[in-house]
Structure formats: C-alpha cells, structure tokens
DNA sequence: GTCTATAGGTAGATAGAC
DNA sequence: GTCTATCTACCTATAGAC
C-alpha cells in the first residue's frame, strides 16, 4: 500500500518544517524528503505559507486541544491530576518534538500570528480546572495554592523537558532512547511531586 | 554619551535575532535598527554567522552558568531551592526573551551546532547539587525523591512560563507588564510548593 | 498529475568612492 | 569608517511540455 502524493507531502513536511522551523526550511528539502519533485509542492499546497498551516495547524491541536479534554472532564482533583500527567506524558513521548515546534514557531512568527491563530482555533481553556482547584483550596482539602500557578506548574513540568531537550540531552550526554525512558520514570515522579505539594 | 558603531550594531543584532531567530533575521532588518548602513555591519563582524555568534554566545552564557553559580555554593538544601529560584526568576524578568531565544535555536541549528557548543563552553554542572539532594534523602530530612528529576522540577518551574510566554499571554489576554507582575508574584508559589513536595 | 525550465525577487557579501 | 552600487547565489513560484 502505497502512501498518496499529498501524504508523502505532508509526511515529509512535517519532518522537515518540525526539524527546522519555518523560516529556515527549503521547499527543495521537503521535495527530496518526500521524493518527488518541487513543483509538486506548489500544485497541492500552492504556496509554501499553505503547506506550513497544514503541519502546524495540526500539531497546534495535537498540542493544545488535549489539555482541554482532561481539564474539563468530571473527576476529583487527584484524579485529574494524575490523568492529566500520565496521559499528556504519553503524547509527548510519541510526539517528542511536537512543543518545541508549535512553541519555536508562536516565539518567532510574532504577535500578529499568534493573535489570528487565537481567534481562529478553539483555545485552550484551564477554568473548569482553575474553578475545581478554588473550591478544594476552599474546603481545605488541599493547601492554599494559587491555582493559575498549580496549573501552570502541571503545564511545565510535563512540557519543558521536551522543549529544552537538546540541552539537557547535550548536557546528561544520552541518547534519544535513554531520554525518552527518562521521561517515562518522570510520569509517577511529577505526579508525587505535585500530591505532595498540594496536599495538607 | 554615543553609543560606538560596533555597540549599536550589537544591541540591534541582539534585538532581532532574539525575536525572530538566525533563520529569519535579515542583515537590513538589523542595519535599518541600528541605524546604520548594511555594509558595515560586515566591515565590523565579517558575516552573518559571526555576528549571530557575538550575540548567541554572550545569551548563552547569561541563560545557563548562573545556574551552576548558585548549584555550586555551599549552602543548606532549602536555602538553596530559594536562593536559585528567586535569583534566576529575577534574571530571566529583566530578560524575559532569553530562554526561548536560547532554546529555539539550539532546536533548530541541529545536533552538530549543540556538540560544537557544549565542548566549547562551560557546561552547566547539577553534579553538586544532586549529590546534596541525595544526602539529604538519604539522612531522611526529605522526602525520597529521584535527585534528577527533582533539579530538573526547578528549572523547569522557573523557566517554562518565559518560553511559553506568547501562548500562556495568548490564552491569558493580558499584556507584558501584567504577566511579568505574574512572574514575579510566582516566585514565593514556587519556592513553596517545592518545599511542600520534597519535606518529609 | 508529474516533470523541466525559468522567471522574479531577495538576501548575503564585496568593491570601490569618499 | 561609512556610504552606494552591484555581484552572485539561492529560493519561491509559475509556465508549459508531456
């Protein structure tokens, strides 16, 4: 079964545009990348702008509109905890080059793209979770946190190791495999560390 | 008091490949900052690359060896958790753009780039500080945590924040100045929530 | 749909006047 | 040291044969 011109497109594409960001990616590369030839680029995605949005606009919801699954699901904060850790994890360690992409592109593209990319995709949206944390802080059932920071500590020890990657790779001197346990033992780790954070 | 030629060259470089990346930086964009002509910025730094170097270099060495500075003094576990998250938030608040600059390009150069880099400068080195957590896991004055992933909690907690910037901001609506209020006010946050996560 | 050839524009770098 | 003018290379995009 062989894959369709436009897959093998965007297969190469994704490749290509994840690796090195937009602005330093060749249409040239992506064609031998996929094997075929250049004016092929143009006649399925006509410009190099519109093949860019395919790849990002994907992986921006791959990236992004997961958090909001979990975050408004009905379960009780531990719980949400946990689900949350374990099953973003996941998809980071299959995607591991996913948020430096979407987060490189958001840094570099300006205000005026991420500004129209807001409008233009469902965000992300951490109240339900933020509203859930309140009424726990309230009862006492856990500590007096605030709970924008819980959430965006959640966020960023998950994320970052991914994102600063090649730094902590080149520093810890392993290879992909080995980082990639790393991140696998990291899972019940963050969710300890959070617990016990919180917790009275 | 006239900033010199080669200064004003470097401030503009500084600005703008900070922004937009070595990629999509143009050598006009950064004459046209400086306010100077495109021809002597090759009379003073040669080539592009060479004036990205200047910059990158200098960015490098501000975003990682403060890390080792505060890892390697000789001070108790928790003084230190506060020492290095008050002294790094208040680093990465007066440069706010450093650490994605930083990261995307480590990304997106390649591993050659990141090699090349890390023999020829100073590492950052956790050794110090994990072997202290370690003693003090095993001394049983806090909680039994991985040593690894504990330094790596801290940065991330610190550092994330500014290199999702654009997408928390995004989501948040708020403008620059309310989000590095938002920094700053998480200093304690983190500072506590560590030390709630580690104590026995 | 797929290829070759090329147009059209732009960026980095150099030459040379002042 | 600083400027203008220009060279050369490359990259996106299009035109047109098959």
Redesign the interface.
């Known amino acids: 079964m062989e894959a369709s011109t436009e897959d093998k497109i965007l297969n190469a594409a994704r490749e290509v545009f994840t ?6 990616t060749r249409m040239q590369e992506i064609a031998d990348q996929a094997g075929i030839n250049k004016g092929l680029l143009h006649y399925y995605f006509r410009n190099k702008n519109k093949l860019f949005h395919a790849v990002f606009d994907e992986a921006f919801d791959q990236f992004i509109l997961r958090i909001n699954e979990v975050f408004a699901a009905d379960m009780p904060l531990f719980e949400k905890i946990d689900a949350f850790v374990s099953q973003y994890m996941a998809i980071l360690i299959a995607n591991p080059a996913l948020p ?1 992409f ?3 592109e ?3 593209k ?2 005026a793209f ?2 129209e ?2 409008s233009r995709k469902n ?2 949206n ?1 109240l339900p979770l933020i509203g859930q944390i309140q009424m726990e802080v309230q009862a006492g059932r856990i ?1 007096e ?2 709970p ?3 959430v ?2 959640m ?3 998950c ?3 991914f ?6 790779q ?2 810890a001197q392993v290879d992909d495999e080995t980082y990639l346990n ?1 991140m696998e ?2 899972k019940p ?2 969710i ?3 617990h ?3 917790r009275v």
């Open positions: 690796r090195k960001g937009f602005a330093a430096s979407v987060i490189n958001l840094n570099q300006g205000e991420v500004k990319l807001m965000k992300p951490p500590r946190v605030n924008f920071h819980l965006l500590n966020i960023s020890l994320v970052f190791p994102v600063a990657r090649p730094l902590f080149g520093i790393l033992s990291r780790e963050i300890d560390f959070i016990n954070a919180i």
